[in-house]
């Protein structure tokens, strides 16, 4: 295969199957992540010129480091890991929840490292490596609701200019921080459609606008240690709570 691979966890939904789309669209070999939504993946992998699925539960970091291991042995221009994979799930500042903390960092943030550990061990690519982690505007503009996924997030972005340090020269480590893009836990369309203009342009980004930056990341100069911020500046104001309860509040 004279194409270079990539791999995104969760690829198949959502953010990760539209920068699955924009990888394939540059000629990329996609390899899709799945845990629950196989079908999905299945259905992505066939629309797309070369790609395949993979399956793991992110939850095992153990499993997770031995399909990098195992990808790494057969792919032999893996050039990019995005960490995309992550789950969203509400708890507040004035009362973690315990058990949606630990789903929290072990999804969002120890797999993604230990996994991002493995891959810059074990992967080949004269080109160089780029590890890319998804990680939220909420790293600059915090609020209280959904506590845990934030902490995990910040702990994760904690990680990039570590690894950067560390990294060889021809390798690069990033963060990817999108906005309120696609609608997420309970919205409803309406909810989505005023939270998703709450930021400085007072329009809604993309999902196709944080593909187009994870391929610019795969394949540009940028220095490694990084974050790019892809939210219309949402991560420029202060806001008291999530975008969704705002919208709610509007509404209301």
């Known amino acids: ?3 270079p691979a990539v791999l995104v966890t969760g690829g198949a939904k959502r953010l990760g199957a539209a ?7 540059a000629g990329w070999h996609v390899v899709i992540h799945c845990n629950s939504s196989r079908r999905e993946a299945e259905e992505l992998a066939a629309s797309l010129l070369s790609a395949e699925v993979v399956q793991c539960d992110l939850i095992d970091s153990e499993a997770a480091i031995a399909m990098i291991e195992a990808l790494a042995a057969r792919l032999d221009d893996w050039r990019v890991l995005v960490n995309s994979a992550s789950i969203f799930v509400p708890d507040e500042a004035t009362g973690l929840d315990p058990e949606t903390s630990r789903l929290s960092m072990r999804i969002n943030a120890v797999s993604p490292v230990r996994m991002s550990q493995a891959y810059l061990k074990h992967a080949r690519s004269k080109a160089g490596r780029r590890v890319i982690d998804v990680t939220d505007q909420k790293l600059a503009n915090p609020n209280p609701d959904f506590f845990s996924y934030t902490m995990s997030k910040h702990a994760l972005a904690a990680t990039v200019p570590m690894l950067a340090m560390t990294a ?9 921080a999108p906005g309120a893009i696609l609608p997420s836990h309970d919205q409803n369309a309406e909810e989505a459609e005023i939270s998703h203009r709450m930021n400085p342009l007072g329009r809604r980004t993309a999902p ?3 593909a187009d930056a994870a391929l610019f990341l795969a394949e540009g100069p940028l220095a490694s240690g990084q974050t790019l911020y892809v939210d219309s500046g949402q991560h420029l104001l202060s806001q008291p709570r ?3 309860y705002l919208a709610r509040g509007a509404l209301g």
Do not use: C, K, T
């Open 19 to 25: 920068m699955s789309r924009r990888f394939s669209g």
């Open 208 to 210: 196709e606008e944080v």
């Open 168 to 176: 060889q020269p021809e390798d690069r480590i990033y963060a990817l």
């Open 242 to 244: 999530d975008v969704m």
């Open 1 to 3: 295969m004279n194409r």
